[in-house]
Nanobody
Framework: QVQLVESGGTLVQPGGSLRLSCAAS????????MAWWRQAPGKEREFVSA????????YYADSAKGRFTISRDTANFMMYLQMTNLKPEDTAVYYC???????????????????WGQGTQVTVSS
């Protein structure tokens, strides 16, 4: 079993920056990849970015490219999302997802992920 806890979400003005964190605990040796997804009210959960745990290969949604940077700290089982030039359209609950070593991995497929955190609210507004 793996537990995920997101943090760092807050109210931020358009054009501002924010860093989200996701802490993993439990069976951390099973981590294959981790990802950030977001969900606005009434919307489907949307892929933001993903990172392979061993090789640090990264994947980004078009909306995130050039503005967001995903990273991980393998020693501390942490994943981060550095968000810059934030826009009102980025407003959502941001979720941390984890893929373990069972099954195939499709970074942009929400069903690829085995565990989810509780989410952290990011609100971009003036």
């Amino acid at each position: 079993q793996v537990q995920l806890v997101e943090s760092g979400g807050t109210l931020v003005q358009p054009g501002g920056s924010l860093r989200l964190s996701c802490a993993a605990s439990g069976r951390t040796w099973s981590i294959y990849a981790m990802a950030w997804w977001r969900q606005a009210p009434g919307k489907e959960r949307e892929f933001v970015s993903a990172i392979n745990w061993s090789e640090a290969n990264t994947y980004y949604a078009d909306s995130a490219k050039g503005r967001f940077t995903i990273s991980r700290d393998t020693a501390n089982f942490m994943m981060y999302l550095q968000m810059t030039n934030l826009k009102p359209e980025d407003t959502a609950v941001y979720y941390c997802g984890l893929k373990d070593y069972t099954g195939s991995y499709y970074p942009r497929n929400v069903r690829s992920y085995d565990y989810w955190g509780q989410g952290t609210q990011v609100t971009v507004s003036s």
